[in-house]
């Protein structure tokens, strides 16, 4: 029996992914500039192919984070649901600002920079809301 208990825990530990096995909607893979998920863009070979690839990420993440807004809302008192509902615009504000910078460089690499902004950003504030929101 004590074997047997033994080679299960074994199994589930073998079986387990290590870090840099996770998936690209994890923290680690998401938030790195040109690194995880992005790489799969990186191998496209032209600047619309990567740049579009690169916003149909930064989407998925976008509606990641509208989900943990919404699930974060619902368990906040009226006076934090205002603060949190600024906090968003603002931040909204903020990431739209701060990725406008990276189109006012010359040539096609600025769509790129431009959605890998967009992208970080939106997993990163993605997070800190899932983070949040949990019990």
Same mark, same amino acid.
């Given at each position: 029996?004590? =074997?047997?208990?033994?080679?299960?825990?074994?199994?589930?530990?073998?079986?387990?992914?290590?870090?840099?096995?996770?998936?690209?909607? =994890?923290?680690?893979?998401?938030?790195?500039?040109?690194?995880?998920?992005?790489?799969?863009?990186?191998?496209?070979?032209?600047?619309?192919?990567?740049?579009?690839?690169?916003?149909?990420?930064?989407?998925?993440?976008?509606?990641?984070?509208?989900?943990?807004?919404?699930?974060?809302?619902?368990?906040?008192?009226?006076?934090?649901?205002?603060?949190?509902?600024?906090?968003?615009?603002?931040?909204?504000?903020?990431?739209?600002?701060?990725?406008?910078?990276?189109?006012?460089?010359?040539?096609?690499?600025?769509?790129?920079?431009?959605?890998?902004?967009?992208?970080?950003?939106?997993?990163?504030?993605?997070?800190?809301?899932?983070?949040?929101?949990?019990?």
């Amino acid at each position: 029996m004590k =074997r047997a208990v033994c080679a299960a825990i074994f199994l589930l530990f073998a079986a387990a992914p290590s870090r840099a096995e996770e998936p690209a909607d =994890r923290p680690a893979q998401a938030m790195g500039w040109y690194g995880g998920e992005y790489q799969a863009c990186g191998a496209k070979t032209s600047t619309p192919e990567i740049a579009g690839c690169i916003n149909d990420l930064a989407a998925k993440w976008d509606q990641r984070l509208n989900t943990a807004y919404q699930a974060l809302m619902t368990s906040q008192t009226p006076d934090q649901k205002e603060r949190l509902r600024i906090a968003e615009r603002d931040w909204l504000q903020f990431r739209n600002a701060n990725c406008d910078f990276y189109l006012n460089v010359q040539g096609t690499i600025a769509n790129i920079k431009y959605a890998e902004c967009k992208r970080v950003l939106t997993a990163q504030r993605t997070i800190e809301l899932e983070t949040e929101a949990r019990p």
